[in-house]
């Protein structure tokens, strides 16, 4: 079955574009007008990957994808960024908001399929490790404590919390607001826990502990 992509953008003409560029290299495609249409297309297909453009109407693209990292199911969902604002401020934004790639237009068809493969690639080996882990942990589900495999580790009470945080698919200025603390000090937490766990990045973190049911 073809991956399924789905595009959010206002312009008719990029998102049909776009749409038989992908659909003849062989991906399904939907599109939405809008940031609450494409939640709703979320909710009822599951794409594997989501090219948002930022300025849309009723919800725009930052507020899309920040809604899409609160939920635990879209929280390692693919998306990219597809838009005409070019600044390092919006791409920081971007990023901030939970983007894997910040595309400005115009563009490359052959750049933004490359772009997509790379990440589909990456989503795919993440989400069969979890499944494998998942299925060995049910495997294992009556066996004896003292065998289980899960890591363990000492984290602080802040340091939990953080963790907690960063597994909903929150940027670190959204969890500064939820903990009140500034996103500088979160990036510290996040920057221990990354040492303590020897990850490299957030989504080795957050791979890690829900692979070891290091958050609920």
Sequence with gaps: ?????????????????????????????????????????LQSYRPHLLISDIRMPIVDGYEL??????????????????TE???THERIRGYQAGCDLYLPKPF???????????????????????EFSR?????????SKHNSQH???????????????????????DIGGKLHLSHKTIEKYVSSLLRKTETSNRAELIRLALENNLVE
Aim: net charge negative; proline share 3%; aromatic share 6%.
């Design 135 to 143: 299925s060995q942990e049910s495997e294992n589900h009556h066996s």
């Design 1 to 41: 079955m073809p991956l399924l992509i789905l595009i959010a953008d206002d312009d008719p003409g990029i998102c049909l574009a776009v749409s038989d560029y992908l659909e003849l290299s062989g991906y399904s495609v939907i599109s939405a007008r809008n940031g609450q249409e494409a939640l709703s297309l």
């Design 65 to 82: 994808v920040r809604q899409v990292r609160q939920r635990p199911e879209f929280r390692l969902l693919p998306v990219i960024f597809l």
């Design 151 to 173: 890591l363990s580790f000492e984290f602080t009470k802040r340091e939990q919390q953080v963790l907690e945080l960063l597994a909903t698919g929150l940027s670190n200025i």
């Design 108 to 130: 490359e068809m052959e750049e933004l399929a490359a772009i997509i493969r790379n990440l589909l690639e990456r989503s795919q080996i993440v989400q069969s490790d979890l």
């Design 85 to 87: 604002r070019r600044s």
